[in-house]
């Protein structure tokens, strides 16, 4: 008796990303050779067969309207080879198969308003979380944040002018998304959460907020005859992690919801180990809708580097050649206790979570 036929497995999730690829690509897969960089926003990629692609890359903010889409799409099919994709930090890149078809294209992108550039040595565009167009929990508005410091840092997206690539990352909660950056920016809460008793019963889970926190700062704890909860405050590290469970946990507050701007981390292990970002400005007033002062550490923190950094030094690698005491002199941020990380307390309370056992 024959075997009953298998049912095929069903597919999910991403579609396969070679039907969108230009043919050239397609064409060419695993056959790079090397690529140039013929001027800034533009790469050129040659394959073994002696096929070349250009590709262009504009600067895009990450959540797109339609009618900006359509623009963007638009100028692909009259400019570009009808190919579109998307960078990890929320550009646009068309790619095309001839060289004369690149400077009509970036005129055209220059003509709608996109800024070309992004590649090779420049700031690359500040990696963007959701903040309050998409999430719950935001302390500060990312979208702000972005395009405050890209209307600042332009001219820095356009040319090529840093001692290496320089990666910007924001993060409008404090313990979410967001990531290791040559330079982050990060929301920084600085009390505790407030309680809406009343809320509370209604609202919220109280087991699992309470496992939530990661130095079991929370207990169960009955307010005015209903189940509520309370926090230890002493052991509270204000990091807001409550509040995604909980919204009456209140923790976002116009004054002492702040910024704080860390430094020197890196994914790649091109030419050192990876490395964790490290804090170097803290209690920064989120201030919208400019945030000139988060704003002006940054760009601060960018000339230094642009200055003293060696051709290829990322900023990890700038700091680590001149050490942390001359990073905060030349940068002229002041360094405080705060920088010191001196927390003992983990035996006493990671170890008191119900989640992390050590
Ligand atoms: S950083 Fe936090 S608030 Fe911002 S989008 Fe991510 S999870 Fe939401
Ligand atoms: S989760 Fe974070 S903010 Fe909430 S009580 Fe615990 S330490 Fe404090």
Redesign the pocket.
Known sequence: MSQPAMRPPIESGCPDGFQYMHPVMRRNFGMWRYHTHPRPGVLLHVSDTGEGIWTVKAGTQRILDVFTLRKLCDIGDEFADGYVRFTIRSNIEYMVDAEEKVEPLINALEEAGFIVGGTRNSVSMISH???WL??????TD?SGVVKAMMDELIDEFRTCNMPNRVHITT???Q????GQGDIAIN?QHTKPPKINHDLVANVCERPSVVARCPVAAIRPALVNGKPSLEVDEKKCICCGACYPPCPPMQINDAEHTKFAIWVGGNHSNARGKPTFQKLVASGIPNNPPRWPEATSIVKRILKVYQEDGQDWERINDWIERIGWPAFFEKTGLPFTRYHIENWRGARNTLNASTHIRF
Not at 134 to 139: L, T
Not at 175 to 178: E, S, Y
């Open positions: 979380t959701q903040g998409h999430c719950d929990i935001p302390g990312a993060s409008c909660c313990i979410n998304c967001g929301v």
